[in-house]
DNA sequence: GCCAACGTTGGC
DNA sequence: GCCAACGTTGGC
């Protein structure tokens, strides 16, 4: 199958990109909404994913992250003293799920949000339409316009 | 730090 | 099943 793509948010002074490359692969644990957790359901190993800084000025897409262990459950929903805990979830049906990314590589420069909202060809992007949604699908075409911007080589 | 936009919850 | 109230996200 294809290799897909797409975008996953970090708040830059909770989970930075520099996290990342030092923890070298990481559980995106912490995903509270369907809408996200579905999207990380759909990924494969092997899919890309553009690494987002949101609550930094400027926000923007910082690095490449690499998907490498498809969806199991976010074991924080059973952790009673975790801030993720999720009484109303059934360890027989979890709610949420998550997958595993590695760190790829860091931009030597980032993509700011600004830089997308002014580029046309990216009007289309999850990223424009639906700033509230944290892991979203990136078009094959969109991806190679951010690295592109970025200075990058697919 | 503010607040608009959005998603979720829960009363009816 | 509707929708008001509430909580959270994230740009500014």
Known sequence: MATRYWLMKSEADVYSIDDLESDGKTMWDGVRNYQARNNMREMKKGDRVLYYHSRQSP??????????????????QFEPKNKYFDEKSDSEDPRWWLVDVAFDRKFDEPVSLHDIKDEPSLSEMVL???????????????????LKMAGEKA
Do not use: I, M
């Not at 424009?128 to 951010?146: C, G, I, M, T, Y």
């Open 128 to 146: 424009v339409n639906n700033s509230r949604l944290s892991v979203q699908p990136v078009k094959k075409a969109e991806f190679d316009r951010v």
């Open 59 to 76: 926000p923007a897409v910082v690095g490449l992250a690499t998907v490498v262990r498809e969806s199991y459950p976010d074991p924080t």
